[in-house]
């Protein structure tokens, strides 16, 4: 194995501010807190704030509403009053491509002119949308690759979230008018933080929206039906489950600390042992809410029968699965996928062990929207840019 990458390098976990560049304040990433401030601030009396945030809250979380005017339980005279003070904002839509088997893959735009790339996939009995919490990533996984851009910013709150509501707003997936929540099937069933960037170095404002997500008035997801997914911020971990509560799911994909480090360079600050203490303490591990160890499956890396035993050994204790991820190959990519018959070997020997091991279907791979190909066509241009200047020897 001659991929390698450097030592992930420490992020602090800084919230993002708005930009107060942008013009009037947006309301969407504010907490219930947050809303209420805000709305004081700007003449709501005091003993109406609580009654005011319910109401704004449903119609932008629940309803979609994005303009004031609409919000027809409020008296025209506050409409006016929102409207001169605030806005209601979500990151700008710039493309949209759909593969064969229906998966959609958004590229949005955010402030300060940057992207980042969502992913829709549908199925029959949910619809599960991946949501970046950075622009770039600063983990550097030699298989990923999100992880060849570099870390641009952490996205705000409003940002994260601000994902959901778009991709509902492409899909029409809000409750209608007159209409109460549950009268009709949920297109964005689910919610998974597997976009670009590591959810844990922006914890904040990965908190702040998915609470704004899981709020029963709005947009309304049980935690049950968030995974967050994280290549192993050992510290951060006990602390998602006390402030987040959501499902976990541990980017793994190795078994040794020697073959990790290369493929996920975390490892070198937060080995194997570290990192598996702390999954045995994450405070929702029950049978009923098991961790999730993602692996992708690497030709001749780690998708060996020894592999899968050790593999078996180190999650003993921790109620698992185990999601093997056949390698979505992208250009450039230094590794390759595993034989189906390697891998469907690998995955019979974890559920001869008692784990279930699903093998996971490659979703989008014709648009590049597949687990480890996010990347933004900003930066994939650039990059082919400067292919083309070595090539012609520039």
Not at 48 to 69: C, E, L, N, S, T
Not at 230 to 245: D, M, Q, W
């Given at each position: 194995?001659?991929?390698?990458?450097?030592?992930?390098?420490?992020?602090?976990?800084?919230?993002?501010?708005?930009?107060?560049?942008?013009?009037?304040?947006?309301?969407?990433?504010?907490?219930?807190d947050?809303?209420?401030?805000?709305?004081?601030?700007?003449?709501?009396?005091e003993?109406?704030?609580?009654?005011?945030?319910?109401?704004?809250?449903?119609?932008?979380?629940?309803?979609?509403?994005?303009?004031?005017?609409d919000?027809?339980?409020?008296?025209?005279?506050?409409?006016?009053?929102?409207?001169?003070?605030?806005?209601?904002?979500?990151?700008?839509?710039?493309?949209?491509?759909?593969?064969?088997?229906?998966?959609?893959?958004?590229?949005?735009?955010?402030?300060?002119?940057?992207?980042?790339?969502?992913?829709?996939?549908?199925?029959?009995?949910?619809?599960?949308?991946?949501?970046?919490?950075?622009?770039?990533?600063?983990?550097?996984?030699?298989?990923?690759?999100?992880?060849?851009?570099?870390?641009?910013?952490?996205?705000?709150?409003?940002?994260?979230?601000?994902?959901?509501?778009?991709?509902?707003?492409?899909?029409?997936?809000?409750?209608?008018?007159?209409?109460?929540?549950?009268?009709?099937?949920?297109?964005?069933?689910?919610?998974?933080?597997?976009?670009?960037?590591?959810?844990?170095?922006?914890?904040?404002?990965?908190?702040?929206?998915?609470?704004?997500?899981?709020?029963?008035?709005?947009?309304?997801?049980?935690?049950?039906?968030?995974?967050l997914?994280?290549?192993?911020?050992?510290?951060?971990?006990?602390?998602?489950?006390?402030?987040?509560?959501?499902?976990l799911?541990?980017?793994?994909?190795?078994?040794?600390?020697?073959?990790?480090?290369?493929?996920?360079?975390?490892?070198?600050?937060?080995?194997?042992?570290?990192?598996?203490?702390?999954?045995?303490?994450y405070?929702?591990?029950?049978?009923?809410?098991?961790?999730?160890?993602?692996?992708?499956?690497?030709?001749?890396?780690?998708?060996?029968?020894?592999?899968?035993?050790?593999?078996i050994?180190?999650?003993?204790?921790?109620?698992?699965?185990?999601?093997?991820?056949?390698?979505?190959?992208?250009?450039?990519a230094?590794?390759?996928?595993?034989?189906?018959?390697?891998?469907?070997?690998?995955?019979?020997?974890?559920?001869?062990?008692?784990?279930?091991?699903?093998?996971?279907?490659?979703?989008?791979?014709?648009?590049?929207?597949?687990?480890?190909?996010?990347?933004?066509?900003?930066?994939?241009?650039?990059?082919?840019?400067?292919?083309?200047?070595?090539?012609?020897?520039?």
């Open positions: 194995m001659t991929a390698s990458a450097p030592i992930t390098q420490d992020v602090l976990t800084i919230p993002r501010k708005e930009d107060a560049t942008l013009g009037k304040p947006n309301l969407v990433g504010l907490t219930r947050g809303l209420r401030d805000a709305l004081i601030a700007a003449g709501t009396p003993k109406q704030a609580k009654m005011r945030v319910g109401q704004v809250w449903q119609w932008i979380y629940q309803k979609g509403v994005r303009d004031f005017a919000m027809t339980n409020l008296s025209k005279d506050y409409r006016a009053l929102l409207d001169q003070h605030f806005e209601i904002r979500v990151p700008e839509l710039v493309s949209k491509q759909v593969s064969t088997d229906g998966t959609r893959k958004y590229l949005v735009r955010i402030a300060g002119g940057h992207e980042v790339e969502v992913v829709y996939i549908p199925e029959e009995d949910r619809g599960t949308l991946c949501v970046s919490s950075q622009v770039g990533c600063t983990l550097t996984c030699s298989f990923c690759h999100t992880g060849t851009q570099k870390l641009v910013r952490n996205l705000t709150a409003g940002e994260i979230v601000g994902q959901i509501m778009m991709a509902r707003d492409d899909l029409e997936d809000w409750v209608p008018a007159g209409k109460g929540m549950g009268e009709r099937p949920r297109l964005v069933s689910n919610i998974v933080l597997m976009g670009m960037g590591e959810p844990l170095y922006n914890f904040d404002a990965v908190r702040d929206a998915m609470k704004i997500a899981m709020d029963g008035e709005g947009i309304s997801l049980s935690r049950r039906r968030i995974t997914s994280t290549s192993g911020v050992v510290p951060e971990i006990a602390r998602a489950g006390a402030e987040i509560g959501c499902m799911a541990i980017s793994f994909h190795a078994t040794d600390d020697e073959t990790r480090d290369k493929l996920v360079p975390i490892n070198k600050k937060w080995n194997i042992e570290k990192l598996l203490a702390a999954l045995k303490e405070p929702k591990l029950s049978n009923s809410e098991r961790i999730t160890f993602e692996y992708v499956m690497l030709d001749g890396v780690n998708d060996s029968d020894e592999d899968a035993r050790r593999l050994k180190l999650i003993e204790g921790i109620p698992a699965k185990i999601n093997l991820i056949p390698f979505n190959e992208w250009p450039g230094p590794y390759k996928r595993s034989s189906n018959n390697r891998i469907r070997a690998f995955a019979n020997i974890i559920y001869q062990a008692g784990y279930a091991s699903p093998i996971r279907t490659p979703r989008g791979e014709d648009i590049m929207a597949a687990c480890g190909q996010l990347k933004s066509e900003t930066e994939r241009a650039r990059k082919s840019k400067a292919e083309i200047a070595r090539e012609a020897g520039l």
